[in-house]
């Protein structure tokens, strides 16, 4: 990890690995009242430090776990379950990538325990890893003008569900019920870093 200063009063923690990404999240959260920021932002390869009170202060603490492994603390969130209809239009292709058959596509999918990297793309729309390095995703060639809210989807090594409907290049294996953004809910996106999700039958 290398960290570096960004606008007045913030630090951008660079990571080789969303996996780093993940670990270097967790040990700053837990160093949350020592560092005395406004906001931590993970990202796919950084974590945002903003609003802090003492810079230098911050980024002695941030180099002071640099030695140490942060790659895979295990996660302390919640754990959110997602009920899903696997009868997205992809799940054939995501079988042909994978080798296997849409109904391996479905079990490895509900068997596989995720956690939240970070949120991105739109309000609500997190990339969740946990799937093998072998079996991520190529995304659409042609991306869809419109997804649905609720879809259910794979690209490289992440999954995610549409909060919203948006246009996306993503590979749809199913769909889900469970609004995952409510900009009138406190907090308004249920997936957010850290949590850990589990896919399940609806």
Do not use: N
């Not at 080789?16 to 920021?37: K, N, P």
């Not at 079990?107 to 793309?121: D, L, S």
């Amino acid at each position: 990890m290398q960290a570096r200063r960004v606008g007045r009063d913030g630090l951008l923690v660079e990571c080789a690995s969303v996996t780093e990404v993940a670990g270097a999240y967790a040990a700053l959260r837990a160093r949350e009242a020592d560092l005395r920021a406004i906001d931590i932002v993970p990202a796919a390869r950084t974590v945002l430090l903003d609003g802090l009170a003492d810079r230098d202060a911050a980024l002695e603490l941030v180099v002071a776990l640099t030695p140490a492994r942060v790659d895979g603390p295990a996660p302390d969130g919640a754990e959110v379950e997602v009920p899903v209809r696997y009868d997205g239009p992809d799940l054939e292709e995501v079988a042909r990538q994978w080798q296997v058959t849409s109904a391996e596509v479905t079990r490895i999918h509900r068997e596989t325990e995720y956690v939240v990297a970070f949120c991105g793309f739109a309000p609500g729309f997190a990339y969740c890893t946990g799937l093998p390095a072998h079996l991520g995703v190529q995304r659409r060639q042609d991306p869809r003008p419109r997804v649905p809210a609720g879809a259910v989807a794979l690209a490289g090594e992440f999954t995610s569900v549409y909060p919203s409907s948006s246009p996306g290049g993503w590979q749809l294996i199913g769909s889900t019920a469970l609004p995952v953004w409510r900009p009138e809910a406190d907090p308004p996106a249920l997936l957010a870093p850290g949590t850990r999700v589990r896919f399940v039958d609806a």
